[in-house]
Every structure is written in C-alpha cells, then in structure tokens.
C-alpha cells in the first residue's frame, strides 16, 4: 500500500517564484529585501501558496513597498487572524538602498520586479528584487534562441567528448 505524502512546511529555501519575469524582462541587478508580515502570512508563505505574478515593487511615502502580491488567508487561522491577500506589503531595506532603487526606478523604462520570495538561513523571508527593463516580443525570441543553441552546443559537446 502506497503510502501518503506529508504536506511539509518549508523552513528554508524558495517558497514563491517569478517565473514570467525572466521572460518578460531583461534583469539587470538584483537585491535582496526582507518583508514585513503578519503571522498567518508567514504561516501561508511556508506552505508555499504565495504568488508573484502580477507583483510588483514601488515606492510610497519614501517607503518601498511590494504590491499586488497575493498571499492567500492561512485556513487553520483564528477569525481575529484575518488579512486582505493581496495588501500591500512593506519592504525592509536600508536607508542608502531606498534611496538609490528609487533614482533607479525614475528613470523611463526601469522597473522593480520580485522575483523570488524564499526564507534565509534564519527562517526569515525574503524577496529577491531585479531592477528590470521590458523587452519587445523580438527580444524575447532571441534570448529564447541563444538559450535553445546553448542546450543544442552543450548536448553536442558531451557527445563528442
């Protein structure tokens, strides 16, 4: 007989991912921002039933903040635990890195995309933020191009070799 698979929380590693991100956008630098969360949130996040779709990051207030990001109510939570889903969230980052992700984010074509949430060493969460520009629908076939020639050349090197 077959036996059941637990449904395990994670402690660390990736519990949410961007993955159209890397397709829609070409990534320039990356950084790491912690999140401002409530306790059924992390509860949620653990579970791994967060999404980034759709979210994005701006400022508000001089504040950077991550919108749009849909972290679904905890099932087990108490009535007094409630929390809108897809609230804004604020991200925790230094004074200096504010200050310069939003020059960055002024200039015209630049964005802040999260990427990835996942939970470090500490069992803390974080958000992995790309400052991103948008690519036209030919660019995106030519980076799928170079990826599938990449895969062809390596697959024709571990055969000659």
Request: glycine share 8%.
């Amino acid at each position: 007989m077959a036996e059941k698979k637990k449904k395990t929380l994670i402690s660390h590693g990736v519990a949410a991912q961007n993955r159209k991100a890397r397709h829609d956008y070409t990534i320039g630098e990356t950084i790491e921002a912690g999140l401002a969360l409530v306790g059924p949130e992390v509860k949620s996040l653990r579970a791994g039933r967060a999404t980034l779709a759709e979210a994005w990051a701006g400022e508000r207030d001089g504040e950077m903040w991550l919108f749009n990001c849909t972290i679904p109510e905890w099932q087990a939570g108490s009535v007094v635990a409630k929390f809108e889903p897809r609230r804004p969230r604020k991200l925790l980052l230094h004074r200096k890195q504010v200050r310069e992700l939003i020059g960055s984010i002024t200039r015209e074509g630049t964005t802040l995309v999260p990427l990835q949430i996942h939970f470090n060493d500490r069992g803390r969460a974080k958000v992995l933020l790309g400052l991103a520009e948008g690519r036209k629908k030919h660019d995106k076939r030519a980076a799928i191009a170079a990826r599938d020639w990449a895969r062809d050349k390596a697959r024709l090197m571990r055969a000659k070799g």
